[in-house]
């Protein structure tokens, strides 16, 4: 638009000059120093537009760089199957939770009832009526374990039988009374041939005098 302004300047001004008086005659207008000056205008112009454009395109974000990402190790799944312990002749029943016992208070003392008196440093043999009340036979391995109270030097005898659900059997322990008068009492159970005690407790009471 400058440029245009500039050249219909020129020639108004060349008119001028032709209809003019005599008299004074005008200068002669410099044609190439307009010329110049309307060329670096519309240089002038165009590197302002340039810019322009320039500042308003965004800059290009850089491409980011591939990243080199560690290998996973591979994921392994084990699978572990615990196998249940069995008594024999029972398969598929765990060891320990089919075992139970208990007993007839009226039968349980075969000997040495309750309230025995024993001399000091005698020893005598304690025998109870025990009832399977599981539903694992007891063979080798079950045997009488100690309980609590005193245990007055017990040692149990062997189970040599087996015993069915539902069947008795009497079960004894080897003990000693101590030298001390007094009144003595020892609790023992039944235990599987893992050692794990179950059952009702039997005790055995003696009066050392």
Sequence with gaps: MKTRNIVIAILLLTLLAACGPQETPMPTPDIGAI????????????????SAEA?????????????????????VTVTMTVGALTTPGLVGTPLGLCDDASYNLATVDVTIPDGTVIAPGAEFLKTWKIRNTGSCSWGAGYTVVFGYGERLSGQPAALT??????????????????TTVGEYKSWWRMANARGSAFGQFFSVWIIVR
């Design 161 to 178: 039988t087996t015993v069915t659900p539902g069947q008795e059997v009497d079960v004894s322990v080897q003990f000693k009374a101590p």
């Design 55 to 75: 500042a308003l395109t965004p800059l290009a974000s850089p491409t980011p760089q591939p990243t080199d990402t560690p290998a996973q190790p591979p994921t």
């Design 35 to 50: 010329q110049t000056a309307a060329a670096q205008t519309v240089v002038a112009e165009i590197l302002a537009t340039q």
